[in-house]
T-cell receptor, first 109, second 114 residues
Framework: QKEVEQNSGPLSVPEGAIASLNCTYS??????FFWYRQYSGKSPELIMS????GDKEDGRFTAQLNKASQYVSLLIRDSQPSDSATYLCAVNANYKLSFGAGTTVTVRA | DVKVTQSSRYLVKRTGEKVFLECVQD?????MFWYRQDPGLGLRLIYF???????EKGDIPEGYSVSREKKERFSLILESASTNQTSMYLC?????????????FGAGSRLTVL
């Protein structure tokens, strides 16, 4: 079993819609969770971090964490064409950061 | 602007060659990492380092070694390149404490082994 799994996508949403990305992880002891965004041909960059159960909002982005279900999600509200990218879920486990394979999002204008 | 600089964006090597990938950061970060990124597999950790002259194996260290003689520089070495090491290699760095998981990545080095 992979340490971090994401819905593989690709995910296509119309402009203005909500994009929902999901991630599950295997290490129940994980304490820190992150979402990185990677534009095509570019390097990943951190967009959200979450450490406690519940929701965390930052602008149009909301991260949700449920440790009991070992589940992390990212919602992108009012999706814009500039949100088209691959989103990588990352989980801190055993003192290192493990990444999922990523979900590619395309926002249709 | 803080930076992680990888010396080569594109490399083409032959099977059996020794390959050096260099990474330099100017942020005085303690932690440095080497990942490889392959389609469908995401980012996989090869090696990381918490301090000068220290190194730790990641998830896929086989066929690789690293060197960290100075704080700002972390080198990835492929002793004898093989075709299955064709990949995008990403170097990253981070500080300690709460910033340890905030990775700043370099632009990547795309290696092709023929």
């Amino acid at each position: 079993q992979k340490e971090v799994e994401q819905n593989s996508g690709p995910l296509s949403v119309p402009e203005g819609a909500i994009a929902s990305l999901n991630c599950t992880y295997s290490d129940r002891g994980s304490q820190s969770f992150f979402w990185y965004r990677q534009y095509s041909g570019k390097s990943p960059e951190l967009i959200m971090s979450i450490y406690s159960n519940g929701d965390k909002e930052d602008g149009r982005f909301t991260a949700q964490l449920n440790k009991a279900s070992q589940y992390v999600s990212l919602l992108i509200r009012d999706s814009q064409p500039s949100d088209s990218a691959t989103y990588l879920c990352a989980v801190n486990a055993n003192y290192k950061l493990s990444f999922g394979a990523g979900t590619t999002v395309t926002v249709r204008a | 602007d803080v930076k992680v600089t990888q010396s080569s964006r594109y490399l083409v090597k032959r099977t059996g060659e020794k390959v050096f990938l260099e990474c330099v950061q100017d942020m005085d970060h303690e932690n440095m990492f080497w990942y490889r990124q392959d389609p469908g597999l995401g980012l996989r950790l090869i090696y990381f380092s918490y301090d000068v002259k220290m190194k730790e194996k990641g998830d896929i260290p086989e066929g690789y070694s690293v060197s960290r003689e100075k704080k700002e520089r972390f080198s990835l070495i492929l002793e004898s390149a093989s075709t299955n090491q064709t990949s995008m290699y990403l170097c990253a760095s981070s500080t300690t404490g709460v910033g340890a998981n905030v990775l700043t990545f370099g632009a990547g080095s795309r290696l092709t082994v023929l």
